[in-house]
């Protein structure tokens, strides 16, 4: 299953499928169909979401639970731990929450803190972490072509998934646009340094917004030419087995046994 699953990723991917977050391999984890993925991810949050913050010992143990699909689908903890560091606005505001929040105080190391603010700070940066850590799995072994299958598979709103899918696509094509663009400034000479380069700089995205503008249009009219008339045909049917859902739901299953006991210990 796992060769078959890589094949026809790695075609996938060479259709612009592949993204920064995605890492290529052929784990258990990866052959499983996208939309068991996705609801296995969105329930293991719901579950994390629920537990009440004072079992800290629950929290440990879901790291637990991530810490083995990690390993079952190969994810290197360097890997995961770099681009866990995407939440670090959220840590910013977990810090300030025992200096600003109001209720009881307690002294730490010389600090009054609040002790309503310390669990919610401690709220925030387990749930917060968990729930992103969640997310770089699923991402980092579902490409986002698959992911958009899910979605479909998932019957979430044809409208939603179109316009997902558009914004997708149509942003890689304006990086590519801009990276074009860079390269052409700096090879006639061009470096912003200050402010008096802004000009340029404002002349360059007033051109980028153009030409995307058009492109946007030609596209438009191709698709049109093309047949399309509000809904984009399903090519890849997407179906999983009975024990591709036992797999992939084992996660959340398993964190709502944990809920549960922070519920009642």
């Not at 890492?23 to 068991?36: D, E, F, K, Q």
């Not at 749930?127 to 991402?139: D, E, I, M, N, R």
């Amino acid at each position: 299953m796992g060769a078959d699953g890589g094949t026809s990723r790695s075609s996938g991917a060479g259709s612009g499928g592949a993204h920064r977050l995605y890492r290529h391999g052929h784990s258990p984890v990866h052959a499983l169909p996208p939309h068991t993925k996705l609801a296995a991810a969105f329930a293991f949050v719901v579950v994390v979401v629920s537990t009440p913050r004072e079992a800290m010992w629950a929290f440990a143990l879901y790291a637990a639970l991530l810490a083995t699909v990690a390993y079952q689908a190969r994810v290197p903890a360097g890997f995961l731990l770099k681009r866990l560091l995407i939440e670090i606005p959220f840590v910013a505001f977990a810090v300030l929450m025992p200096f600003v929040a109001e209720g009881e105080r307690v002294d730490v190391l010389g600090l009054s803190l609040s002790v309503n603010g310390l669990w919610g700070a401690w709220n925030v940066l387990a749930k917060g972490t968990l729930g992103v850590a969640a997310s770089v799995l699923l991402a980092s072994t579902t490409e986002l072509r698959e992911l958009l299958l899910g979605l479909q598979r998932l019957k979430l709103p044809p409208l939603l998934v179109q316009i997902a899918s558009f914004m997708i696509r149509y942003g890689d094509v304006i990086t590519d646009e801009m990276r074009r663009m860079r390269i052409a400034r700096e090879s006639r000479g061009f470096e912003a340094r200050g402010v008096r380069h802004w000009g340029v700089l404002a002349k360059s995205a007033g051109a980028l917004f153009i030409r995307s503008y058009e492109r946007g249009e030609r596209v438009h009219l191709a698709m049109v030419s093309r047949g399309y008339a509000g809904s984009m045909p399903v090519i890849d049917e997407v179906t999983a087995s009975r024990a591709q859902w036992s797999y992939a739901l084992a996660l959340p299953f398993a964190a709502l046994v944990v809920c549960l006991l922070g519920w009642t210990l």
